[in-house]
């Protein structure tokens, strides 16, 4: 074991969270003032060995449990909500490979162990992407060019690979979804300047563009049919939306305290404790459902029960979380209306759990057809 390994074995990856958070959370404001990428934050998290906290020890990682980089992730969406959640989507990437790899034996400890020795830092796609995939690619000899363009790469300034898909027209099993990862040093990637968005403004979410990148054979690492669920994405559901989720019961639990310590210090004018009792029911309501997910991830099996479960409760995060954010600013008064009590931001970035899949329309139809028993590609 290095002398490294040995270190981090002795990390308490939440007081090391509370640690950073407390040296990026001033920076934020800026970085959403600006729509500048939260960089320095990021240097920060490499440093300290966050970007491989879950890889397993026996992958060269830190082996940093998943109850740990959830809670990891909302320590840092307190702080700064760009951070947790630019560093969820990569984060989420390690935990399906390492799920993977400890109950499937996937092959996917090559990308694990390059994640812990060369402090990589993945891009995802997949929420661009989802079941249907976007972008070609074209057949030719030892493998792909691909043509594409990749939205909400979250983190694409520091990125070193991109973790994503693209559609080929195979002759026998016609339209096929193609999972590949590229180098962002790679000819062809390109990252355009296109994140000017409501919230989350920080994560330097541009779109990549893929124009004629050749991805060889060997380099596919795995491959289904478009449009349909696949045992891959019962995994992604399982594994990767508490993740993603954790940023945002991280925004809500500083939107709820900065409103409960305004309130407290003007007095109960009739309403307030009424509003400081509907933040508590929402943020309660939000945070069961958030521990839910996780306990799910830890103990169940994916499958189309299991992602019906997950999605639930992603929705139920969702909405418990944006209600939680508007009743603080209504709670903190006209005051909540400036920039500078940070309120106005959590209400902007907290948005974004509106729009990860499944959305909570999609959601509700997919758990109906599962609750009623229908297939769920119908």
């Not at 969406?77 to 390492?98: D, E, K, Q, R, Y």
């Not at 491959?223 to 669920?229: I, L, N, S, T």
């Not at 799910?296 to 209600?323: C, F, W, Y």
Request: proline residues 3%; glycine residues 8%; charged residues 25%.
């Amino acid at each position: 074991m290095t002398a490294e390994l040995k270190r981090f074995e002795m990390t308490n990856w939440l007081t090391l969270a509370d640690r950073v958070a407390a040296d990026i959370g001033p920076r934020a404001a800026q970085h959403d003032a600006d729509d500048s990428f939260i960089a320095e934050c990021y240097a920060r998290l490499k440093a300290d060995g966050f970007f491989k906290m879950h890889v397993p020890s026996e992958l060269g990682g830190h082996g940093a449990s998943y109850a740990e980089l959830c809670a990891v992730v909302r320590k840092l969406g307190a702080a700064c909500g760009s951070t947790a959640l630019a560093f969820a989507m990569h984060s989420h990437i390690v935990a399906v490979a390492a799920w993977r790899w400890r109950n499937e034996k996937a092959p996917t400890d090559g990308l694990l162990k390059r994640i812990a020795a060369e402090n990589l830092i993945c891009i995802s796609s997949g929420g661009s992407d989802w079941l249907k995939s976007i972008g070609a690619a074209t057949k030719v000899d030892g493998g792909y060019r691909i043509k594409a363009r990749k939205m909400f790469s979250s983190g694409s300034p520091m990125g070193d690979l991109l973790v994503t898909s693209a559609v080929t027209d195979d002759p026998v099993s016609g339209a096929t979804v193609l999972h590949f990862a590229v180098p962002f040093k790679a000819e062809g990637v390109k990252v355009l300047d296109t994140w000017r968005v409501m919230g989350m403004r920080g994560t330097g979410s541009h779109d990549v563009e893929l124009n004629d990148v050749f991805v060889a054979d060997a380099a596919i690492s795995g491959r289904r049919p478009q449009a349909k669920w696949h045992p891959l994405f019962h995994t992604i559901s399982m594994v990767a939306f508490p993740i993603i989720y954790s940023a945002y019961m991280g925004v809500a639990d500083a939107a709820r305290a900065k409103a409960l310590e305004v309130a407290r210090k003007k007095g109960d004018d009739g309403s307030a404790a009424y509003l400081a009792g509907e933040i508590e029911n929402a943020h309660a309501a939000a945070e069961i459902a958030w521990a839910d997910m996780i306990h799910i991830a830890d103990t169940t099996k994916p499958g189309p029960e299991t992602t019906s479960r997950q999605m639930i409760r992603r929705t139920l995060v969702a909405q418990n979380a944006i209600k939680t954010v508007e009743r603080a600013m209504e709670l903190a008064g006209g005051a909540a209306f400036y920039r500078d009590m940070g309120l106005e931001r959590a209400f902007r970035d907290v948005q974004a759990a509106r729009y990860h899949p499944l959305q909570e329309k999609p959601q509700l139809r997919y758990t109906g057809r599962v609750a009623l028993g229908l297939d769920i590609d119908g």
